[in-house]
């Protein structure tokens, strides 16, 4: 069923009343879970509690929102998302982002874990998102626009904010992490993709690759969010390395990350508050 206005208001509504509302999100991939204990008097709600809301089905997707402050701002952290390949509609998938456009947000910080096609890259890496192609076929702003949120045709152009690129560059220097930046290809999954499938997305301009965000972002920037992009580089894609790809391995690689992951999103929000609240 389509998703419609009532629909998102309702699961926006119970959302703002377990949690309050929101400025910033932050939406955390596989194994990148935990930054979470980071926000100040958190509130939380599980997607089960929330109308209309799909429920994630992969291992190491919990299922809830955390919302918390970080100096005076609301911080929106999403634990778990829904992915297509589980079999949820687009609608479904990009759900939360149009909740949280109605709880206030402005800012999304969006996460992945993701197979590494760039042969310069080396799995346990992060990459900043400077762009992305999206290969599902599908996208998520299909059938009858939502004019509240915003234009039936709208730009792609810079999808993940340039500013908000720089600042993360700048943050990761500052903290010694080294953050490459490049492509992220969407690919439907579940399965892996073939080594040919990796041959041909890296000629197509790829750098990394995985089965989501994508939807997201589209959806965020039709709300007009800013976006800002993050892959954890979980294994190197199929075919760069002579070995097979294990689902238990990426998620280890993405508990390997976690630390210096988190390092830079703390002092990526840390920005971010500071900013916000010197606008005021
Ligand atoms: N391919 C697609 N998605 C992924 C991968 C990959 O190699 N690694 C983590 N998510």
Request: charged residues 20%; negative net charge.
């Amino acid at each position: 069923m389509a998703v419609t206005m009532k629909k998102l208001h309702a699961a926006a509504d119970t959302v703002r009343k377990a949690c309050g509302p929101a400025d910033i999100a932050v939406i955390l991939g596989s194994g990148l879970g935990g930054y979470e204990e980071s926000l100040i008097d958190p509130q939380e709600i599980a997607y089960s509690k929330i109308p209309g809301f799909p429920v994630s089905t992969v291992a190491g997707h919990a299922g809830k929102f955390v919302v918390g402050t970080v100096r005076d701002k609301r911080v929106l952290v999403m634990s778990g998302r829904f992915h297509h390949y589980e079999g949820h509609s687009l609608d479904a998938v990009t759900m939360p982002i149009r909740v949280m456009a109605l709880l206030g947000v402005k800012t999304l910080i969006i996460t992945n874990a993701a197979g590494g096609v760039n042969t310069n890259f080396n799995a346990g890496e992060l990459m900043l998102i400077t762009d992305y192609i999206n290969l599902s076929g599908r996208n998520p702003l299909r059938g009858k626009n939502l004019d509240e949120f915003g234009p039936r045709f709208p730009d792609m152009t810079n999808a993940f904010d340039p500013q908000l690129r720089d600042i993360a560059l700048q943050r990761a220097q500052r903290h010694g992490i080294h953050l490459n930046q490049g492509v992220y290809c969407w690919m439907n999954g579940p399965s892996y993709e073939s080594a040919a499938e990796i041959r041909m997305v890296r000629t197509l301009g790829a750098d990394a690759v995985g089965m989501s965000t994508v939807p997201e972002v589209i959806v965020a920037r039709h709300c007009g969010m800013r976006v800002l992009g993050i892959s954890s580089i979980t294994n190197m894609a199929a075919g760069v390395l002579d070995q097979p790809i294990h689902h238990e391995e990426v998620l280890q690689m993405g508990e390997k990350v976690r630390g210096s992951f988190r390092t830079l999103l703390d002092s990526l929000i840390d920005h971010l508050t500071e900013e916000e609240s010197e606008k005021i």
